[in-house]
């Protein structure tokens, strides 16, 4: 879990507590590489200014 | 004509040589049920074959049009789907151990419309446990390998649909498509593959990852056959309200071949950086054929293409783990560990993180719509490497390492964030015999632009006409 910013322990409370889940270390472990994904993806996004972009509504897409 | 050639052949060929009464559908799906059973031990790209059922709809459609009923272009077609699309009293997997036994009760609104058109449905097809996966490694019955080489991937979510189309298994297949499952597996294994306008075809019964970005599509030899199918399952259905009203249009009417003075974008950025040298080769060469097909091209300029990856990765996490939130409570165990991995960590995600993903889609939709404004269709690659080896984690582009796993859908997912239509056609092969293919991406339900601009190449090129070794 040294690749993301979080801990195991953290990992593992977060998973619980938001997810309903008690893995165990193996399972956590099994987590490290999407979270590192998933966190760089985050900070990525985190870079953007997006002015004052409102989020896309959903199922709106018409012909133009 | 011999089964192997019959099998080979386009839907569109079949359709006329039934009409003409020259091969009934009798015949065709007996060859495709023999086919199946002789090669696919090698390919495994059926979940499910449904031979006996298959023959009795056959006799049924052949009936049909010697009693002079013959409802068009698809009747007596034998053609196959993903096993995600439910079928009423027919396993559908979703290509995971938890719905093995799982017999739906009804059809799904796009198998009710095949069937309404006559199609002959031949079976279920493997894919990428939940579709959440680009390479089908991780299915209830195991990976399906590409018929260009059996020791590399076809790409996924589809692709157990892309092999079986590629290596004549079937003359046509429905896939889906939420970050490329549909153009992936379509690339790889040398078919066309149209992921159309979201809201432009029903997802009504089809077991979801993520409900925004989720798109069914047909997956095809031929551009035209993409056409037929397209026809056959596109418009509004009150069971999906995010389907839209719009007309559909006569989309075999556009395969004119003429496309003398159509406009194509060349994105400047990010759509060719990081792509295999043969990859780049083929795709530019394709441009050439189209400008001398008399299309225009210039230049586009899409800088934010380059976070579509991210915010689709957190849009599709996000809405899966709450889809999955009951079976990984229950059924943990069962899933393959790299999808379970997905999940778990989609539930994970804030809700502020999920909103900005939401607000840099819209940012990346605005910037695609204005481009689209200029010209009729965006021309990219639609993968950036051919299909890596069976277990291949990382690839070698110039001096870079990448990560196989999001490389495979760096070039799709944007739209499928947009919602845009897009379609893969064949457009070369690498000296190693592998396939490539070209990403056509149109304006909101203006899939009939993509297709007459992918026919117009078919008609210029013979890619289509190479055959795997099966």
């Not at chain 1, 979270?35 to 900070?43: A, K």
């Not at chain 2, 692709?159 to 153009?183: E, K, N, P, Q």
């Not at chain 2, 990219?380 to 984690?393: L, S």
């Not at chain 2, 457009?427 to 993509?450: K, N, S």
Request: net charge negative; hydrophobic share 40%; charged share 20%.
């Amino acid at each position: 879990m040294a690749t993301t910013t979080l801990s195991t322990q953290t990992i593992s409370e977060m998973v619980h507590k938001l997810g309903g889940l008690a893995l165990s270390p193996s399972e956590l472990e099994g987590l490290a590489p999407q979270l590192e994904t998933l966190f760089r993806d985050i900070q990525l996004l985190e870079s953007i200014d997006l002015g004052e972009a409102e989020p896309e509504t959903l199922f709106d897409i018409e012909g133009e | 004509m011999e089964a192997s050639e019959l099998c080979h052949s386009s839907l569109r060929g079949l359709a006329t040589m039934i009409q003409r009464g020259e091969v009934s559908p009798v015949e065709a799906t007996q060859a495709v049920v023999d086919r199946v059973e002789k090669f696919d031990i090698q390919l495994n790209s059926y979940i499910t074959l449904l031979g006996e059922q298959a023959m009795v709809q056959a006799r049924a459609a052949e009936q049909e049009i010697l009693d002079g009923h013959y409802r068009g272009p698809l009747h007596g077609i034998p053609i196959a789907v993903k096993d995600l699309f439910y079928t009423k009293g027919i396993r559908t997997t979703a290509g995971s151990k938890i719905l093995s036994d799982f017999l739906p009760a009804y059809n799904a609104t796009v198998i009710t419309k095949l069937r309404d058109a006559g199609a002959i449905l031949v079976g279920k097809l493997n894919m990428h446990e939940f579709a959440r996966g680009a390479t089908n490694a991780s299915s209830l019955v195991g990976a399906c390998n590409n018929p260009w080489d059996t020791l590399r991937i076809p790409g996924g979510s589809s692709g157990g649909a892309a092999a079986a189309v590629a290596a004549g298994l079937c003359f046509g297949a429905l896939g889906s498509d939420t970050g490329g499952s549909i153009r992936i597996p379509a690339a790889l294994c040398g078919i066309v593959g149209l992921k159309p306008t979201y809201g432009r075809v029903s997802r009504h019964g089809v077991f979801p990852l993520s409900w925004s970005l989720d798109h069914v599509g047909p997956m095809t030899r031929t551009v035209a056959d993409a056409a037929l199918i397209l026809q056959a399952i596109a418009g509004h259905d009150r069971q999906d309200p995010t389907t839209r009203t719009a007309v559909v249009p006569d989309y075999t009417a556009a395969l004119t071949g003429d496309i003398e003075g159509a406009r194509l974008g060349i994105p400047q950025e990010f759509y060719f950086e990081q792509l295999d040298v043969e990859v780049g080769d083929s795709v530019r060469a394709a441009i050439q054929t189209l400008e001398r097909a008399g299309a225009h091209v210039e230049e586009i300029s899409l800088p934010l293409s380059k976070y579509a990856a991210a915010a689709g990765h957190i849009i599709s996490l996000t809405e899966a783990a709450e889809i999955h939130e009951k079976f990984l409570q229950t059924r943990f165990a069962d899933y393959s560990p790299d999808v379970r991995a997905g999940f778990v960590a989609g539930q994970l995600i804030l809700g502020k993180h999920y909103m900005k993903a939401q607000r840099v889609r819209s940012l990346i939709r605005q910037e695609m719509a204005a481009a689209l404004r200029r010209v009729d269709a965006l021309v990219a690659p639609t993968v950036p490497i051919p299909a890596p080896r069976m277990g291949q984690k990382t690839v070698e582009i110039g001096q870079v390492t990448v990560d196989i796993m999001s490389t495979l859908s760096r070039l799709t997912r944007p739209a499928n964030l947009t919602g845009f239509p897009a379609l893969s056609v064949p457009c070369g092969f690498t000296q190693g015999g592998m396939p490539i293919g070209l990403q056509l991406i149109g304006r909101p339900f203006a899939e009939a632009t993509i297709l007459q601009l992918a026919y117009a190449y078919e008609q210029e090129t013979t890619w289509h006409q190479r055959l795997p070794m099966f």
